[in-house]
């Protein structure tokens, strides 16, 4: 097993470098279809405080959907097992993303809360049990990363909302079945505010080490249980890269969330957490030059969970 | 993390004992049927040879799906990547084990190699290129577990030809799509011997050593390569436990293959493979009672991957 | 063929009368569940003129879907056929009235203008061209019917507002296609007034005579073109009946149209246009002593299309 | 409304011809992908025994669906109403007429007779009561039609066995629901050989006067009762044109049903049978010049049932 070190990391994003040219880039809205196209960058958080890194790591962008692991976490804290689980299964979905078919058929209860309806019922959940939604997410945030300036990027959260026809389909569909219980609109605005989060890798990869740190920050905060902690990877590795995953675990073999902006956040159990990012995406919907950069580590450090 | 003996084996059967009283045994064909509902067992095998195991541990049973692992094994050394995988996915599939929806709607290429379609579509690629299908299966196995007097269980497996209109039918839509190359009832034969192999828990961990030992048996036999074994338990996490994958792996967090026969075979990487059998299925068709004793040993043992 | 009067149709009302027993009053929206569960009306209506009745024929009820007729013979009056069937298809759905699933599949273009879906893609294209879409269709139907005191159910209406959020689901899923151009909450609130027209078996026989009229009223007076005319009772025969239009062609053999309320309204080309009332539905959602009675009429009349 | 000649046959096809280079012939067996693309043939039969026709009105081809109507009318003389619609719907599919997600979802049960998993079931019922199936229906072919000499196209029923997987996939799954009893082979040997049965247009309409006859051939001999003549035209127009009935009926307005052949035969209850003939399809797999032809004769005679 290889040494981290910056240089590495440097390494590695060359070889994946040309990959940025031919990935496609997010465009169903137009704030974030103005990214830089060939941004590239990498950052390695450890339980004991390192920080490693290379590339486009201080640039912030739009995490998007890896927000949907941060309010799972917060939801895990304000419900019990039973209550959030009877409104969102743990299951794979086999569909894109953002499909209504499986929703219905299945009478409105999401399969995962990695997909669109399922993060929907979390922040409707959020919305029941938190007094000011997208206040609280920032102090966590903030807490989480040491970084007291993130900000939500409201240029993207106002696009998201004027093209949020799909996700309020899919909120009123779950409401239908009485499995939405707030305000749609609000709900959605809270939502798109969660995944306009702006930041960058080094404060993604201190983020999340709690997830590779039996659910405490590197300071010892205690966030959510270590069994929670595992749950949570359990549920990042068969769900969390959209209709990818089992692609995903097989290249790579590590727990992650990826979002349309190009980011994915990625665990070692008991090791560290690692971002990426490069807002090409393949086909599905996952950062292309990201995804390779992440196989490449995993070939180096020996690091795949299997 | 405790250390196992055969004790806290017997400890755990009897933690989980009133379970089997809950399950549904497999009825779909007679011969399965007539199994002892209440049957438990468990046994462990790791890469150092050692064995340790605890209540019907020797008691053979029809081991159904766990096959399906096999023969993705062997199709692995019999084809390249590219010629296996643009037949099969690598995708969770979120749907139940013999559905033909998503089959029909994706073209005849099935979402994996633990679905009925995928391990058709296999078995379909072993009949082009082994001589004896089902002779070979036999000698891997027989030499996978040392035992010798390894067999098929010719009245399951006929029973299972008698019900195999299901299948029949997968088997046919996918020839409809070019992606099934052989008889039909050829390969069905093969396919229900496969699923008709009689084997019990010690043999089972035995057997699927490599898949903790970088793909050796534990004899340093090389069945496939270390990043094949990783890729199968990548496989396995993602789609080994029917429509309760995810479930499965919040809770156990091992990469695992069940059978309706109520055997489940589970990996803990380079460390050990597990082999449990109770014939009572919970509603995914997944052992009731196995899946509990391995959750307690997950705990126990501290062995998740996550 | 038996002479139509009175006595006639009081005789056919008996006959089915038991039935009334038997069907289930729609009761998603509490202010339907309040309907006489037992009523029982029938009303005919001639190009020239006559009309027949008995039973409940002069007590109003909420049409309900029967007016999806009414905005589709509206959006033909201000849409070419291209511009129309661009929007919304001509074919059964084979699906719930108010499923999403085949809207997805069909990128948002719904079956026909008889499921939930197309009425609402019609009630959209009407609120861009008319300029107070509730007046307007109040003024038609007044006209048609000849009675100035008809009326929507405001309470019905509102009922139906309050528990909107499938049709939401179904607007804003159409939205995100690019198949719903106005606000979603004021399209729905006309197309639920539509619903809420109370009118009784003698006025809905009355409205309609115009298709069996070549398009024009008892008086004359031009709604659509004969063309248009025939047009609309081959949608209603294909789609008029949700999911039970081929039973309903095979058992009485007119074009037709239901509502949930329990209203039905059927065409003999060129001879008479009929209402029937009786609010016990069956399962697929149509009126079962109307459907009954509308059988025993088209055997006594040999009024058949077929 | 204009009187029917030869002369206008002749001028209504002259109209469409042009569209006979348009359409896509059949070529999903090399059979029938011989035919010669710009056939263009139109017979008409009436109770009465007047026959007309133009173009190519005496050129056999392969009838393949349209023999879906006479394998049905020949299981209602052998079935009683209740054993016959268990085991076969009456609604339109909404779906290709192929498609076995349906018939998954609705366990087995297809949803009409006009569809292959309907019609197969229809054969699956005549294997069960007929001594000799094969024999019977040439027998009865030869009668309705006047014709001793017609016979199956061994050819094209050979060719179609050989690539009749996706028909064996539908018979399987229906077997695994338990809604299909004997042989499959046999069943797709006999249905395949129907579909192969070759006839021209004289012959069809002529075979076909029965449905415009209340149930008798022009010779008066009862083949079915009034009331199934008329049901069978009602289950023709609601799903006798595949995935387009909805269309054909709102342009055409008559109780239809096609074949890949490019055949159809439509009916004008009480007045006349129609056979047209030219091999090009649209995309939904309706003859494109015989709809064409279809839609002008309708207009010219007034003959829309609505």
Redesign the interface.
Known sequence: MTELDNALLETLLDQVRPLTAQGKVADYIPALAEVPAHALGIAIATPDGQIWQAGDAQTRFSIQSISKVLSLSVALTRYSDDELWQRV???????PFN????L??EHGKP??PFINAGALVVCDMLETRLTAPRQRMLEIVRQLSGQSDIQYDRHVARSEYEYS??N??????M??FGN?HND?SEVLQTYFHYCALSMNCIELARSFVYLANQGKTADGVPIISPRQ???I???M???GMY?????F??RV?M?AKSGVGGGIIAII?NKMSIAVWSPGLDRIGNSLAGTAVLELLSERLGS???
């Open positions: 299964g743990k299951e794979p979905s086999g569909q499909s209504l078919v499986q219905e058929l399969r995962n026809a799909r309020a389909a899919i909120a009123w569909l409401k239908s939405f749609v902690a595992r749950q990877n359990a549920l590795i068969t769900s209709d990818g995953a089992g692609e675990a097989w073999g727990p159990p795949s969970v299997f």
